[in-house]
């Protein structure tokens, strides 16, 4: 079975004994650096059979490995049997990093090479990554050969570039028109003595451009590179023509009709090197940490000759501080999204108690069900993580189609879900009692809620970071010696990415502060081995509060709305304030929802919102 | 009055146009990069009468200023009026530091000089200070002229470098014998590749050497500068002879007999120049963070023949890193220091509450008298800050000899002290309500003690940093939207400077863990001017607990002993867990020292201590 991928390690081995390469780097992303590839760019997937979200390959002609951190270790072992693929580890304390292990190259070994030659996919490869490398070789003989789609002769069948339907969204919408958006850009611009700046990343075109289409999973967007110049823009975007359906040529008549031209989605190679439509720029922006190797070195090699300005990108940030509109239409999308979350935990708590036999799979098919009679709805935001008892301790589990694990009337369910709308983006997650619990499955529910609590009950001075607001989701649990190996908070699009950037709240020392109108999640959690998993999360909007004479100060507004099950906490836990929060936010939930839900389900939630 | 400074200026000014210098930049520092100067290097108060520890002064023909920040806005206009200098402020929005100011000069005005002079004391003016006024300047024409002892010429009657005795520490007070620490630091240089290390930071010499003086305010350092290679070395240090003091007698015969030679302050600046009695030497090590500019450059220039490493000092780390007859003695400088500290607060409740006339002068000189009773007191730590009422709300408020404030039965007093002993170093502060508070009064002095509390509590994982852990201190604040502008913790030597790196608890990114072995201050406070000031401060020392599955814990062991007073605490503001920790704290205070207190000081502890 695994046969397979042996013969398409020869292959490779085979075209690098050809081409004179040394070694083979297979990254897992896409040349947008996207967080999920579409299918066409799953290469680590294609050569060796594992799936996990982060993983990079090297293959030499005689070793094949993948570079994978803590939470893939279990799924890579299982995954990569009988590949002869070995699984190099990352984030622990031995860790050797593709950099580190490829410069360790024993060059003074006879049969080794003089001057190693190291191909990417210079697509999917980034600028950075290639930087990085060079900077492990110092001053050791070591070239870079950066191959365009380096499977290419290999890969038959291999997926298209994704090319779904473009939609445009309307002011009434985002709040702001791509006109506004692209004149802030062209200050940025001219700020920065630049004439054009070429943009890779994919929720940064769709939010600059007011466009969304279904090219990831997940994430609403459209394949394609953009170069906006001083006065125009050009799109290079894969829609085949003839051009079959309507909502597609509505959006693109639409953008032409605002300055932007559609091109094709490799046109940008053609016009970088002069001899396309583009000419005439002096100096174009790049920001390298979402630019692949080969476009990057088109770049710098154009033919317009035009230097470059390498620098971040102003989008993240401006695409983070969300504006008014937005900030409106995200109660929107909780709203309706809350309306589905109680529909679905109504009845999942009915199913559970009557003796009905349900899986995390139909459970997970039941929530989708709830969320797609939303109108509006566009799919979900991440791949619903739906876990029964140990499976919830499992960091990446993917609950299977076949075979999952039953509900039972004991322990905890946890649900981790969230989905797309016209009006905003949702990413919550409870964890549910299904019956009895055991005393640690209660501690581990209210010290994670209070972790939860205090995050989301946080007032702080305008400059602070996440980094600095971290500690105050773990105090609870590291004050019994527990913790959790993730990230307490990312940042939210708006109908985008369920995780963008710049902020974040987590224990790295992102500088970035939080500031009014960021959306960012709050999502404590703690995983034990073998036994159960806690995670809660809601969506908090940052807002600006009264300044006073010490100065201005900012807090949290919970967006999402779906009550917390309160029937296992562990009283004395929670302090007095924890607890009328959480009460004043069950009341909240129920005030809101219960006009809009059928009575049954009202009447339970008022049992389930009762104060504690 | 203030003639002497304009006539001191307008002297500088003369020079400046005999030699052809457009500017000159005169700092607060000393050759060392010490915290505080003696004062021989008070140059600025020498030339401005402006007193306050962080202030640079530019002088150019036309102008004259002072750049200081926040802290000292109000003493420096106070200070500076009819001098003719201006006043520059820092760590405000619009700021300009002098790098900025200067490198704006108008290069473009006819009378403006083509190339601009900035004459600097070589001696005082650091290596990286002077890297960031070229990195200012860019492409700009000008040239940093580095004269040592600048104002040699011009000020008679200045301080010589000062020459206390100089004492030894054995190893059964520090663990660690010079010559372990040595060896330490041989093999580091071995390392690095280098084989030696010229050191200018006096706390770190006295580390490595285990000397001590008293050469420099509230540090007991030895003002030196010391080479260390790999099988000898050479200590700069001015003892004038003929030696007439025992001590120092004793000591250099001791350190001489350990291979350390002792030579004259100034002659590194020989044996650099290769006449002296170096040679041999490859490679020398060198922190440029502590580093003077003209010895820099005698460094890079040198007449050795070697090369020169610029890297970050390893000795910070080692030297906050106590070892374990340094924790031994810990505990007992705070058992002595809280003696002192329970005796004097003991005498301020009578002295203020049977109506005797005590100013704020008297309750510090009080307290030095308690301290001075130790046995191996070697004076005190820092200038005690002793404030009544609404002086307690100025940051850097210094008690005057005459006419400081009455002590009255009501509101709240603020001392913050420490003292030096053989056997550790303290730093302790309490905010003590004299009588009947305001409400406010009440819930600040509750709330800085929450936060307080909360920092002494903390249980977190390993790795974690200061910066992490800064907001516990501030959560019960900045919920009432209350804050402090200051640190929340810093370092503490032992009988060595107060204020050491490299760890701290603030919320600027350091990126240094907070280790095993670590005694760092927890002293959150509130401000508020015109009415009072509230700053509560105990020593922790970093312990490690029990690893377990989730990874490897660390907590704090509070170190210094001297109850918190529980009269004016709000309740419920404290949660169930704070109240007993403060409750366990104070019963550890009252049996701990109670048996070596006199009875009525004891009774008094008693009830002071009851639980809350």
């Known amino acids: 079975m695994s046969n397979r991928y042996v013969e398409r390690i020869e292959s490779i081995r085979d075209m690098m004994r050809e081409r004179g390469w040394d070694a083979v780097i297979l990254t897992g992303g896409d040349p947008h650096a996207s967080e999920y590839p579409a299918a066409r760019w799953k290469q680590v997937e294609w050569v060796s059979g594992f799936t996990g979200e982060a993983g990079d390959l090297v293959i030499t002609q005689d070793h094949a490995g993948l570079w994978t951190d803590t939470r893939y270790f279990i799924q890579a072992v299982s995954q990569l049997a ?60 070591m070239e870079i050969v950066s191959v365009p789609d380096l499977l290419a002769p290999l890969w038959t069948g291999r997926p298209p570039v994704p090319a779904t ?63 906006v110049t001083l006065d125009g823009a050009e799109w290079y975007v894969r829609k085949d023509p003839p051009l079959t359906d309507e909502e597609t040529v509505d959006s693109f008549y639409e953008l032409n009709a605002d300055g932007i031209r559609i091109r094709d989605y490799s046109d940008w190679e053609t016009d970088l090197s002069g001899s396309g439509d583009l000419d005439g720029l ?32 102003p989008i993240p940030l401006w695409k983070a501080l969300k504006n008014p509109v937005e900030i409106d239409g995200m109660p929107d999308a909780h709203l309706e999204d809350g309306l589905a979350m109680e529909q679905f935990l109504f009845w999942l708590e009915k199913a559970v108690t009557t003796g009905r036999e349900i899986t995390e799979w139909d459970a997970s098919e039941y929530l989708d069900e709830c969320r797609g009679r939303i109108a509006g709805y566009r799919g979900n935001s991440s791949e619903t993580f739906s876990a029964y008892g140990e499976n919830a301790a499992l960091p990446h589990y993917v609950t299977p189609r076949e075979g999952s694990a039953l509900l039972r009337p004991s322990g905890l369910y946890l649900v981790d879900s969230g989905g797309q709308y016209l009006f905003g983006t949702t990413d919550i997650t409870r964890t549910i009692p299904l019956g009895p619990c055991s005393e640690l499955e209660k501690e581990d529910y209210t010290r994670v809620l209070k972790g939860h609590l205090a995050l989301a009950m946080a007032i702080f001075p305008r400059g602070t970071a996440g980094c600095q607001l971290d500690a105050l989701a773990r105090t609870a649990l590291w004050q019994a010696r527990r913790n959790f190996g993730h990230g307490t908070g990312h940042g939210v699009g708006f109908f985008l990415c369920v995780h963008e950037g710049p902020q974040d709240i987590r224990q790295n020392f992102n500088p970035q502060p939080i500031l009014p109108g960021m959306i960012t999640s709050d999502e404590p959690g703690i995983y034990r081995e073998g036994l159960h998993g806690v995670r809660h999360e809601n969506l908090l909007l940052c807002r600006e509060d009264a300044p006073n004479e ?30 009328d929060f959480l009460n004043t936010y069950n009341e909240r939930v129920f005030r ?17 919102t009762l104060p504690v």
């Open 592 to 608: 809101t929802l219960s006009p809009r839900l059928p009575s049954d389900v009202a009447a339970w939630l008022r049992r389930k």
């Open 282 to 313: 002096d100096r174009i922006y790049v920001d390298p940490a979402t630019l692949g190797l080969h476009l990057g070195g088109r770049l710098s090699a154009n033919g317009l000759g035009a230097s470059i300005l390498e620098g971040p990108s």
């Open 82 to 141: 009988g590949t002869g693929v070995q699984l190099h580890k990352l984030r622990i304390p031995e860790a050797v990093p593709i950099p580190e292990w490829l410069s360790a190259w024993p060059f003074t070994e006879a049969s080794a090479p003089d001057w190693l030659r190291i191909a990417v996919d210079g697509l999917c490869f980034g600028t950075q990554s290639a930087r990085q490398l060079e900077a492990a070789f110092g001053d050791r003989p």
């Open 165 to 227: 339907p473009v939609l445009t969204l309307g002011d009434e919408l985002v709040g702001e028109s791509r006109e506004q958006k692209l004149s802030r850009l062209r200050k940025f611009l001219l700020r920065e003595g630049c004439d054009a700046i070429f943009l890779s990343a994919l929720d940064e075109i769709a939010w600059l451009l007011n466009v969304r289409g279904a090219d990831v999973d997940y994430n609403p967007v459209v394949l394609s590179y953009l170069m």
């Open 550 to 579: 010490f100065g201005r100060w900012l807090s949290f507004e919970t967006l999402t709305l779906c009550h917390f099950d309160t029937s296992i906490l562990i009283p004395g836990i929670l302090d007095r304030e924890e607890t």
